[in-house]
C-alpha cells in the first residue's frame, strides 16, 4: 500500500530527522514557515507544500518539530492547521518539545476526529540530528507507538514512556539534568582556563572519569574553539526550562538549581544571545566573574 509522511519543521534539527525517514515511504511531503529551509529535503525528492492542513490532506504520518507551544498549537489547531484537514485514519507525531498539557489536547482532539498521536520530543542535538542518534521520549497508545516505530528506528531510539503527555514529562526530566550539566562544564571550563590549564587536554581528561557525560563529549569542545552556533538554541531551552518549572509547580515541586540556570540564560537572552547555542553560558559566566577568558 502507497504510503506518503509528512514532516512540518524543517529547521536545524527536522531536516536531517525528515532525511533518515524518507526512504520508508513513497512519498514525502513537507512544510516550514521558511521556504527557503526546506531546499535540502526538495533536492532529495520530498514535495514543498504551503500549509500544515494540506500537509494532512496528503499524507498518512504526520510529523512536526517547530520552536514553541504557541507554534505548536497554530500547526494543529489553526484553520490551516493539521487537525483541519479531518483525516481519520491518520497518525500525527509531535516532537516538538512541548507542555505536556498541549500534547494531551492534541491526543483528545485527535480522538475526537479519528486520528491517533504520539508526542515524542527528541534529546541529542543537532548531532543526534544528523546521526539518527536520537533519544525519542513517546507518550501515547502502544498500537500507535508500534506503527511509528520504524520511523523512530531510523531517527535513534524510542522508548515508550506512558500515556499521552508521558513524552513531555520525560523531555522534562532530560532537561532539568541538561540544565544542571551545562553550569557545571562551563565552570570547570572557567575554573580550568583561569588555573591555567590546557582547556582540550581537561576536557578530554575529565570526560573519561565519573564527570563524563555527553555535554563534555558534544559541547565543551565547541567552547574550547569558541563556536557558539546552535546544536540547541538558548531561546528553546529557557522555554523547555520555564515548561518545566511550571509544570514542578503544579505538582508542588520546587527546583532551585534549575531556577538559577534559568535565569542566568534569561539574563543571556536580555542581552539578544538567544539564537547562540547553549553552551554560550560559558560567556554569561564569564561576564560575571569579570575574567573575560573566554
Not at 531546499?39 to 494540506?54: F, I, N, R, T
Not at 532539568?176 to 587536554?201: F, H, N, P, Q, W
Not at 552556533?229 to 509544570?247: Q, T
Amino acid at each position: 500500500m502507497s504510503k506518503t509522511i509528512g514532516w512540518i519543521g524543517t529547521g536545524v534539527m527536522g531536516s536531517s530527522m525528515c532525511s533518515h525517514v524518507m526512504s520508508l515511504a513513497d512519498r514525502t511531503v513537507v512544510y516550514n514557515r521558511t521556504k527557503a529551509k526546506t531546499k535540502a529535503l526538495q533536492e532529495m525528492g520530498a514535495v514543498v507544500l504551503d500549509s500544515p492542513k494540506e500537509i494532512a490532506e496528503q499524507a498518512d504520518i504526520v510529523f512536526t518539530i517547530v520552536g514553541h507551544p504557541s507554534d505548536v498549537r497554530e500547526v494543529y489547531f489553526a484553520a490551516d492547521g493539521i487537525f483541519a484537514a479531518r483525516r481519520s485514519g491518520q497518525i500525527v507525531v509531535d516532537m516538538t518539545t512541548t507542555e505536556p498539557s498541549l500534547a494531551i489536547e492534541i491526543y483528545h482532539e485527535g480522538k475526537k476526529l479519528g486520528i491517533s498521536s504520539i508526542d515524542a520530543p527528541v534529546s541529542g542535538g543537532d548531532v543526534g540530528a544528523r546521526n539518527g542518534t536520537l533519544s525519542i521520549m513517546a507518550g501515547g497508545e502502544s498500537d500507535t507507538f508500534a506503527a511509528v516505530e520504524p520511523y523512530f528506528k531510523r531517527m535513534g531510539h524510542a522508548i515508550l514512556q506512558g500515556k499521552a503527555g508521558s513524552g513531555q514529562h520525560t523531555k522534562m526530566c532530560n532537561q532539568i539534568v541538561i540544565a544542571g550539566t551545562m553550569a557545571g562544564v562551563c565552570e570547570s571550563l572557567l575554573y580550568g582556563r583561569k588555573a591555567g590549564l590546557d582547556i582540550d587536554t581537561l576536557i578530554s581528561t575529565i570526560s573519561k572519569g565519573a564527570a563524563g557525560c555527553w555535554t563534555l563529549d558534544n559541547l565543551a569542545p565547541r567552547i574550547s574553539k569558541g563556536n557558539y552556533d546552535p546544536g540547541f538554541m538558548i531561546s528553546h531551552f529557557v522555554k523547555d526550562m520555564g515548561i518545566a518549572l511550571e509544570e514542578a509547580r503544579s505538582m508542588g515541586l520546587t527546583l532551585p538549581a534549575l531556577s538559577l540556570v534559568q535565569d542566568l540564560y534569561q539574563g543571556m537572552m536580555d542581552c539578544d544571545e538567544g539564537a547562540l547555542g547553549t553552551q554560550a553560558l560559558i560567556k554569561a559566566l564569564d561576564r560575571i566573574s569579570g575574567t573575560h577568558l573566554f
